[in-house]
Each structure stands twice: as C-alpha cells, then as structure tokens.
C-alpha cells in the first residue's frame, strides 16, 4: 500500500511538472512570437511602433541591451551628417510610413545592428536607417553605400537613382554612391551610431504581377578613404554629398587613381547641402604627362566644397533658390536650372532632394576597405504578391507599391525646320529656323493608384507641366536661341515650353541629337494638412522631324 502510495504521489509530481513546463513553454513561445502577425504564418511582421514619439526605439529588456535613442536626436545622430531639415522629416501626417523594422521589445536577446525603414507615399523616398551595435575599427573617410534589385527578370524601379535624365528604355538594376563625411571632422565609421541611407524610387507597375520570390532589394555598406574629389572642377579633400554611378563600382574606382566615372550623379537631401557648401575653398588642379599620367597638382580656390565648377555651382544655387520660390508662389520658369528634383512636403521646413549630373574623378589609393557589419542585407519589395504563409523572415508593414509615377516609353520632341536664302558678308547663305515642342500625346505617364486617388490617404496631380530640353546644342556658328540657355551639371541647356535655334551658315546647319522633356507636377496631398511636394523629372526623348 506505502509503494502504492508513493507511486501515485511521484505520477502526480511528474504530471504537475510536465504541465508547468507545458505553460512556461507557452507563454515563453506566445513572448518570442508578439511579432508574428498570425498563427500558422511563417512570414513575420516586423513590430510596428510610433517613431515620431518614442524617447527610446523599442529594445528588449534583456542583459548586454543598452538603450538606443531614435536617429534624429540624442547619441550618433544623423543631424550632423544631413542637417536639421532632413533629420527632422519623419512625420506620418507628411507621408512617411513604417515599411520594416528589426527593432523589437521582444527579442530574446540584445539586438545587433538593428535598422527600420521609412518610405514618403507622397515623395518617393525611401530610408534606411540602421544603427551599428557592433565593434569597428578601421580607419575611413567616407561610407560606401548601395541598392540592387535583384531579380529574374528586370524593372524599373531603381531608374531615377543618380540620374538627372532618365532613359526608359534603359532599366538599371544597381547604384552605389559615396557618402557624405561629418561636416564637424567627426570620424564616419563608429560603434553606437546610427546611419541614414536615401534613395528615390520609381513606379513599376510590373510589380504588381510579380511574386515575391522574383525580386528582393538589397543594399550594402562599406567604408573606403578618399584623398581628393573632383566633380567636374578642381580636385578638394572632402565629399559633401552623395555621389552615385549605376554603371560602374564607385569602390573599385577608389584604386585607380584619376579615373573618370562619367554616368556619375551629386545626390543632395536637404538645403543645407548646398546653403552651407558656399563660400572659398583651397583645391588643387592635375597636372598630366603627354601619356596622361599624374606629374603633379597645382593650387587653386573654388566657390564650392562639392568638387562642382565655379560656374556649375553658381547655377544651382540659382535653380535651388528660384525652386524654392516656385514651391511657394509657382513663379514661370524657376526650375530652369534643375532637372531632377523634390521640393517640399516637409511641415517642419522648406526642403529639397536633387540629382545633378557630374564627371567624377576621384584621386588617392584605398588604404582601408571593409564592410560594415550585418551587410548586405536584403528584403521583399513592397507591392509584389508576398504569401505570408510561404514567406521567410520578415513582410513589409507597406504592401503598397512604391514610387509616385514613370513614363512608360521614351517622349517625342518634334523639331519643325524652315530654311531660306539670305545675303549675307557679301556672300548668300542658308538661315535655318528651328523649332523644338514636346509631343504631348506621345507621354504616356504611369501613375501610381495607390497613392494618386481620391480617397482620404491619396493625392492629387495639379499644375502638371512639360518643357523642352535641349542638351549640349552646337554653339559654335554662334545660332539666335529662343529659350533659357544655362548650365546643368555637366550640361549646357536650352530650355522652354518650346526652344527655338536659328543658324545662318554657309551650308549645312550644326545637328542637335539629344533632347529630352522636363515634367514637373505637384502631389497634392488629399487630406488638406500635409503639404505639397513639386517634383521635377526630365526623360530623355525621341527628335522627330515634323
């Protein structure tokens, strides 16, 4: 009976223990799984918190987690970097929504190099910012960074990165860019600091159609030393915005010498960028051998510290300032010294994105090159078809597609040519009167649904415009030009609602090949309190004579 007994109390015991486990086991799984969206979901939805309000991101209440302060205030913020007006351009109310995020209260440990995302519905924009956890140590001018759609088939996602002329027919699947140092002289790579990435998106309606397993986006950053850059004027020591190339790797340019990366293109978010990029500067100019080695540099002083030439720069700080102007009182002919930019949206200040094209030349050999940690890192593209069941890792918060609009082929420009005998220095020439106008039924815009609609959350298009672009005309028979002729990066322009050329010459008149068409429009926010952004895209098109 006493055996009994004790067999009893032990099946008790063991039946008691088995249960305890069974709940801790329970509640410990219903605790490392708060972000999972569902039960029977493989696909995990990242936590989802408010980042306007936080004094602290979301960290785990664990042993070895220190907290972490949000990137716009507080220990390693982006402020220094990308200036007041960008760092403060996060709020909802002005487009920015959640896309991911790694950061999560209940992590079962601390968290290592943890970022979120951020997209504008409204701009465009994407963010990346990451925080580095991890232990670095190497010696680095400037960051490195990238994006890559990598897919099995293509798309036109990532065309209006780095280019200030966008070619439709051409998809680019990859950019890299260099990265803007401190202005203060603090080291770019560190522990305990947080970094922003940005890129512009373009609409891809494809997408739409397209499986998750197809397309992922993926970005990297390294850390490399430059010793001087040039952007088509002389050489400086510093790089003060993000210079990008889609068809070629920035970072294996580092390593030989002078070389010219001509699809180049100076990326700069915020005013700041180039308000505080004025004034005089020591840079020296190459001096070449007959063989085109490097024999030595003179001195010399620039108006800029972005490596853009005296004239360069001086027209755009004219452009930005007459855009500015038009994103407040839609005056004519403001943006005629831009091409590629985002102007507004922002309710805590005026600010803008732009994309110049330049001729980058970059001097010095790498001395340190590495990459940071927990990169490359990869995710699923929002608007594609994600099952949450069959999905690994984390979903977008944002399953809308990105991206405001595209074009879906290249634009036409007719050019209509009237020719006629004139005398003229004792002799008879020909007089050849041209005339450039966009072929507005050849645009056929693409526009994103899920953000230009009329529902509460969407926007609308209004005071959408097309202009002519005439790039790098012939000048030299000295033609009388109808037009607003400027410098645009490494472009000279003439610019109109239509552009005109009169050549008077003894022949045959000087051809012009490349013109492309300038829309701008502003997105018109619906719900009557975020502002409006003006956004300038220029696309490359077809001369056709009419």
Known sequence: MKKIRCFDLLSKMVIFIFMLSALMFTSCKKHFNASIAAAGKDGIQPFNFNWETVDWMPTPAVAGQALINPPWIGQGSITSVYGIDVANDYKATDGWVLVYNSFDPNSPGPLEDPYFILYNR??????????????????????????????????????????????????????????????????????????????????DPNLTNTNYNNIQLSWYTNYNSISKISLGGPLIGSVNGSVGSSTSNISSSLLNGLKVVTTAGLSLAGSSAVNNASG???????????????????????????????????????????????????IPGAVAGLLSAIIGGNSNAQTISLTLNAKLQLDGTSTSKGSFPASPASVYVPGT?????????????????????????????????????????????????????VNTSSINYLWNPSVINSSSTGAAIKNLKTEVVLIDPDLSANPVIG????????????????????????????????????????????????????????????????
Request: proline share 6%.
């Open 483 to 546: 037009g607003n002729l400027g410098i645009i990066g490494t472009h000279t322009v003439i610019t109109g609602t239509s552009v005109g050329t009169t050549y008077t010459v003894p022949r045959v008149q000087p051809r012009n090949n490349y013109a492309a068409v300038r829309i701008t429009f502003d997105v018109v926010p619906n719900n009557g309190i975020t502002p409006k952004s003006t956004i300038i895209k220029t696309f490359l098109a077809n001369i056709v004579n009419n």
């Open 385 to 437: 078809i994600i099952d949450p069941i069959t999905a690994q890792g984390y979903i977008p918060l944002y399953t809308n597609s990105l991206g405001i609009f595209n074009l879906s082929s290249k634009p036409i420009v007719n050019i209509h040519t009237n020719s006629i005998k004139v005398s003229q220095n004792g002799g008879i020439y020909y007089q050849y009167d041209n005339l450039y106008t």
């Open 280 to 330: 005089n500067f020591s840079a020296v100019n190459p001096i070449l051998n007959p063989d085109g080695t490097l024999q030595g540099f003179s001195p010399t002083t620039v108006n800029n510290k972005l490596g853009l030439s005296n004239a360069t720069f001086t027209a755009l700080q004219s452009g930005l300032n007459s855009a500015f102007s038009a994103a407040i009182g839609n």
């Open 122 to 203: 409204y701009r465009g924009l994407m963010r990346i910012y990451f925080f580095i956890t991890s232990q670095v140590s190497a010696n680095s001018d400037y960051l490195v960074d990238g994006l890559t759609a990598s897919t099995s088939g293509t798309t036109s996602l990532l065309n209006f990165l780095g280019n200030d002329i966008v070619d439709v027919s051409q998809n680019q699947l990859s950019y890299s860019q260099i990265e803007p140092g401190p202005p203060d002289g603090s080291a770019p790579l560190g522990t305990r600091k947080w970094y922003m990435l940005q890129y512009e998106l373009a609409y």
